[in-house]
């Protein structure tokens, strides 16, 4: 990972058949809570990716407005941060919220993150519009891929 960059931090700690869940670190700090699709074999728009290290491109994304969007992984593209709250709000991205729980999508409960437009809001802001950013994905157990 280049030196110049900045790079965040998000530590997997729980992945089930409804999600993965983590949180997103910066500076030595966590920052927000994260929701992932859970794993299915890295399966395009279905399943998270791959622990790793990515470079990611600050983006116009015509569906989720000016994104970071993570290059080079493998199988898959179009994989971004962005707003939302649980499953139904990803294709295999990335969400950022202010905490993990229940929310209600359409009248059914899910587990997902809360306070996603704050935590997406505050995550942007620090970045201060940096073109580019480093996105480490690691997990607290080798279990979790």
């Known amino acids: 990972m280049p030196s110049n ?3 965040v931090i998000i530590y997997r700690f729980l992945q089930n058949n409804q999600g993965t869940y983590g949180a997103l670190w910066m500076d030595g700090l966590p920052l927000c809570s994260t929701y ?4 299915r ?11 790793g290290d990515y470079l990611a491109d600050l983006i116009q994304s015509p569906k989720n407005g000016i994104v ?5 992984v493998k199988g898959r593209s179009g994989v971004q941060l962005h ?3 649980c499953e139904p709000d990803t294709l ?10 229940v929310v209600n999508k359409d009248g059914a409960m899910m587990t997902g993150v ?5 935590a ?3 995550f942007m802001m620090l970045l201060k519009g940096d073109k580019k950013i480093g996105v480490r994905i690691v997990a607290a157990d080798p279990e979790i891929k």
Do not use: A, M
């Open 120 to 122: 997406f809001k505050e």
């Open 83 to 85: 707003i939302g709250n």
């Open 114 to 118: 809360v306070d996603s437009v704050r």
């Open 36 to 39: 992932e699709l859970p794993w």
């Open 68 to 72: 970071y969007e993570l290059q080079k």
């Open 41 to 51: 074999n890295n399966q395009r728009r279905t399943s998270c990716i791959p622990k």
């Open 5 to 7: 960059i900045k790079q």
């Open 92 to 101: 295999g991205c990335i969400l950022l919220g202010k905490g993990h729980g």
